[in-house]
């Protein structure tokens, strides 16, 4: 039958997995921001970095910073003129409390805000915790070239936001149309 293609199997959150193409292992750091945790205890940190892993990509960096506007620009800066980092997942400081600074921190430095991405967040996120999403300044963007995502510090917040969201995007099988595929274009003037 000319014409036909085979149905795709359909990917969580709608749109389809095309497995005659080739999945790209992306280049992610996992930046957890927290007054109170540590590197051992950093239970949110640790099951991105598993996701990540889990899943194909490469942990490049994973750090651990307080909740400090210039201590989380410092970090992240540090990972947008990497080379080797193409997408930055942060947990934590996204809430409503006055140490809760992390969207204060990136969103200036983004070259363009995904609010697609919170809009998005927020439909999954009001599935697992009905109204306290709205607490969440959960948010995306895009900073010399690089992804960044700042998801809440919980870990049924990190699992929602990987799970059913960013590791879908950064499929570059996943159609009609993904993150992924588009990395190489970021750079475009």
């Known amino acids: 039958m000319t014409g036909h293609m085979p149905a795709l199997p359909e990917a969580p959150g709608g749109g389809r997995i095309d497995e005659t193409r080739d999945f790209r ?6 930046l957890t921001v927290s007054d109170t945790r540590t590197p051992e205890d950093d239970a949110s940190g640790r099951l991105l970095a598993e996701r990540v892993a889990r899943d194909g990509h490469v942990l490049v960096h994973r750090a651990l910073v307080r909740d400090d506007i210039a201590a989380i620009q410092a970090r992240v800066k540090a990972w947008i003129a990497d080379p080797e980092v193409e997408v930055i997942i942060s947990t934590g400081g996204t809430g409503l409390t006055g140490r809760d600074v992390t969207p204060e921190a990136v969103r200036p430095l983004f070259d363009k805000a995904i609010e697609g991405f919170e809009v998005v967040w927020h439909m999954i996120s009001f599935e697992s915790v009905g109204l306290s999403t709205m607490q969440s300044r959960a948010c995306a963007g ?7 995502f700042c998801l809440p510090g919980s870990n049924g ?5 990987w799970d059913r969201l960013i590791r879908i ?3 570059a099988r996943h159609k009609p149309c993904n993150l992924a595929e588009l990395t190489p274009r970021f750079r475009e003037r």
């Not at 292992?25 to 996992?30: G, T």
């Not at 895009?142 to 960044?148: P, Q, S, Y």
């Open 25 to 30: 292992p992306m280049r992610i750091a996992v």
């Open 142 to 148: 895009l900073a010399g070239g690089t992804l960044i």
């Open 157 to 161: 917040a990190c699992k929602d936001g």
């Open 169 to 171: 995007q950064l499929d």
